[in-house]
């Protein structure tokens, strides 16, 4: 086992742009919200708590409160970012002003924010025109517009502060029956273009976006897509239909969405689970959580899905790059710290690679750390393999929260090309169960992102 401790380095934030008060709205936040925080157990940072310039600057002084620190007992080079990817407004369904939506997650301790308003039918229906010709009511139907879309853009440029906070601007593409799938990083959105059917987005995903060089057609190539809530509507993308052009530019499947794990979503009512029905259709998707927040206290409720991403570098380049090669887990605790890495012919490996060997014995260490008052908790760490309907478990490893942990199996990707680790909490119960019996019909902590074995 590693039992190495964090290295220290001193946090230097990049000073804030002349005339900016972002830092005053914080402030204020802060102060409205303390009541509050104190009383709810909330997770509340001061406005220079968690930020972070480079991996090299991560450091335990730079840690949100109650939160584990930055840097891995594992790996090297990159750093812990806490991100919320999912979240809504006034502009499409959501309660609350998204000039505040920003300012509340940095201020609730968040490194990593996006604002992701529905696109359903606005372009293709009034628009902007019916917006200010209707009652504001008019979004909560018609979603997203164009003026919504720059107006997302501006919110999340002025936010942006490279080092200190990432702020993302992206959208929710929302088909009512298929399902609903997250576009960050695109400088154009899409709308519903024919329903019940996945074929007009994913084209839109490849297409440039300008592919006219006129503006009149555009396109997703530069987007980066998620898939959302797996299984709450019934089509599940078309059964996550899938297309070998989009296997890099589908980088997420939320396993956490607000308080919900989807393992086992429509267990109940015959259906697979998500997770094997997106992996073994050939996704290759790391595992998120969001809040999906449709409220005004973007990033402060506890017990909503959150993300941990491993950045080289605190930036919107930096997330794109973490986001593209699956360096993220999923958990609904704040300030939590998951980082593994396999090992299989001689070489570790972190969550998120393709593996270049199909089978042979397999050593995961597993770093999981949050707090103090999480010292000496006892956990379970399952490894899940592909099943036709639900996820098979290797192993079942009792730990304590404390020094990294180490399991050891064998995998064979003539077994299944995939493997996962979900740490899980033995003494509560899954809300949303699978099979008798199954390990996993305890509750979840956290989801590693995935790893591949090459297939023979």
């Known amino acids: 086992m590693c039992t190495s401790s964090p290295h220290p380095h001193a946090s230097v934030p990049l000073p804030a742009p002349p005339g900016d008060d972002l ?20 997770l509340v940072a001061t406005a220079g708590a968690g930020v972070l310039t480079t991996a090299a600057s991560a450091t335990a002084d730079a840690v949100p409160a109650g939160g584990a620190a930055r840097t891995s007992r594992l790996t090297r080079g990159t750093s812990l970012v806490h991100a919320d990817l999912h979240n809504h407004t006034l502009l499409s369904d959501g309660d609350g002003d998204p000039a505040d939506a920003f300012v509340s997650m940095r201020a609730a301790g968040l ?18 025109v019916a917006t200010g010709a209707l009652p504001p009511e008019y979004t909560q139907l018609g ?14 440029d002025a936010a942006n502060r490279p080092g200190r906070f990432t702020a993302i601007r992206g959208f929710e593409w929302s088909e009512p029956a298929l399902g609903h799938v997250n576009v960050w990083f695109s400088q154009a959105y899409v709308d519903v273009l024919q329903a019940g059917t996945m074929r007009p987005f994913y084209e839109w995903l490849l297409r440039d976006p300008d592919a006219t060089g006129t503006g009149l057609v555009d396109g997703g190539s530069d987007g980066l897509a998620g898939f959302n809530h797996p299984g709450r509507e019934p089509g599940r993308f078309q059964e996550f239909t899938y297309d070998a052009r989009l296997r890099k530019r589908f980088v997420s499947m939320e396993i956490f969405n607000r308080g919900d794990d989807y393992l086992f979503e429509g267990h109940a009512d015959g259906r697979t689970s998500p997770l094997c029905a997106c992996l073994n259709a050939g996704w290759r998707t790391g595992l998120s959580g969001v ?44 300030g939590l710290r998951l980082d ?77 090309d995939w493997v996962v680790l979900r740490v899980s909490d033995p003494e509560q119960p899954n809300a949303t169960p699978g099979p008798a019996g199954h390990p996993c019909n305890d509750l979840a902590i956290a989801y590693s992102s995935p790893w591949w074995l090459r297939r023979p």
């Open 23 to 42: 830092d005053a709205q914080i402030e204020a936040g802060l102060t409205r919200r303390g009541v509050i925080a104190a009383g709810g157990g909330l």
């Open 111 to 128: 490194d990593v924010a996006a604002l992701t308003d529905h696109a359903t039918l606005s372009d293709n229906l009034l628009g902007d």
């Open 143 to 156: 979603g997203l517009t164009p003026a919504g879309w720059a107006r997302t853009r501006e919110l999340a």
């Open 291 to 334: 809040t999906d927040e449709h409220g005004t206290d973007w990033g402060f409720p506890e017990d909503k899905g959150r993300t941990g991403l491993w950045v080289k570098e605190h930036s919107r380049a930096g997330v794109r790059e973490a986001m593209r090669a699956r360096r993220f887990f999923a958990t609904r605790t704040s």
């Open 340 to 416: 593994a890495t396999l090992e299989m012919g001689g070489r570790a490996h972190r969550m998120g690679r393709v593996l270049p060997v199909s089978r042979g014995r397999a050593t995961f260490r597993l770093d999981l750390a949050r707090d103090r008052d999480w010292r000496g908790r006892r956990l379970h760490v399952q490894v899940l393999r592909p099943g036709p309907d639900v996820p098979e478990v290797l192993e079942v490893v009792p730990f304590e929260v404390g020094a990294p942990v180490t399991v050891r199996s064998r995998l064979d990707a003539a077994d299944g």
